[in-house]
């Protein structure tokens, strides 16, 4: 079995952040979804990996190398613009050949990884396995009717969803799915829809089968999104203190970096802290996540992520629930005042005039 991992969408629903970064690279806990959803590919017993790019290409092309680091063998397939998931499919028919193969939504973090699915495609051997979870909001997704365990309906985005189970943005294939892409046409947008290909197959009569998700699942499409994946991956820290606290506090499940020092500090778990970090006179409380290099001096902030190399200096608001691109600087100082969220791409400035 081989897997396609797709890493070509704009993110613009996370700009300013996504100006310079593809989303798939932004660090949830620390670490860029695309290397979670990797993880998780090899977890699930796969070597072989298409990953698809687009005009971020070589962002993420230096970002992932070869695969090796992972135990994988990764080929990059160009996508010369956003042309929809089953297009993606296309241009990776011949390096999928005729084996099955888990088609990866980069942007997409399941708590249980893949393996579940794979094993459950392997023992049954259907034409398609598509995996889902339960929504509240279903209607943002594409949604999914199930009859007697086969998929019998699916719909983008419906304004009255038939159903609460949701696709999670991890499918298995097998070779049937290229007639498939290759009978439908654009959607309305323009695109060649995942979606309307399994349709095609499960009106064919093809076995299509539906998975449902054990643990939770997250997708990334906006700033609250990552901050919602960020606690929740952050729920599984343990502690490991590899730098150095003095005179302070730190409480909970805590991760410090090697080379971070904090000094009359408070940390509140769970909390990431990466490496080379300097933290004086704050407060980090609980559910944030802070990159390597980053200074965080007189400063109050919970439920955030910042990003590598930020200052944050005798700010005078409480920071929360806020996201902050890259070598951020914020040094707002004066009279303390309510709490703010922010998300601010990579060197931003706030500071005073």
Known sequence: MKALLLSGGTGSRLRPLTYTCPKQLI?????????????????????????????????????????????????????????????????????????????FLGD???????????????????????????????????????????????????????????????YVFGPRVFDAVRAIRPSARGELEITDAIQQMADWGCTVDAHQVAG???????????????????????????????????????????GTVVRRSTVRGPAVIGEGCHIEDAHVGPFTSVGDRCTLRRVQIENSIVLEGCVLDRVAFPVVSSVLGRETVIGCGGTPSRGLGLVVGDRSRICPV
């Open 108 to 170: 997409t973090l399941l708590k249980d990884g893949i393996g579940a699915a794979v094993t459950r495609f392997q023992a049954t051997r259907p034409d398609a396995l598509v995996v889902v979870g339960r929504a509240e909001d279903p209607g943002r997704f594409g949604v999914v009717e199930v009859k007697g365990g086969r998929v019998h309906r699916l719909e983008e985005k419906p304004r009255t969803p038939r159903s609460d189970l949701v696709l999670v943005g991890v």
């Open 216 to 258: 939770w699942w997250k997708d990334i499409g906006t700033p609250e999104d990552l901050l919602d994946a960020n606690r929740l991956l952050l729920e599984d820290v343990e502690t490991e203190l590899r730098g150095l606290a003095e005179e302070s506090w730190i409480a909970g499940p805590v991760r410090l970096g090697a």
């Open 27 to 103: 660090p949830v806990a620390n670490k860029p979804v695309l290397y979670r959803a990797l993880e998780a590919i090899g977890a699930g017993g796969i070597a072989d990996v298409a990953v698809v790019v687009g005009e971020a290409a070589p962002a993420v092309m230096a970002s992932v190398g070869d695969g090796s680091r992972w135990g994988l063998r990764v080929t990059y397939l160009r996508q010369d613009a956003p042309r929809g998931l089953a297009h993606a499919v296309a241009i990776a028919e011949e390096f999928l050949a005729a084996d099955p193969f888990v088609l």
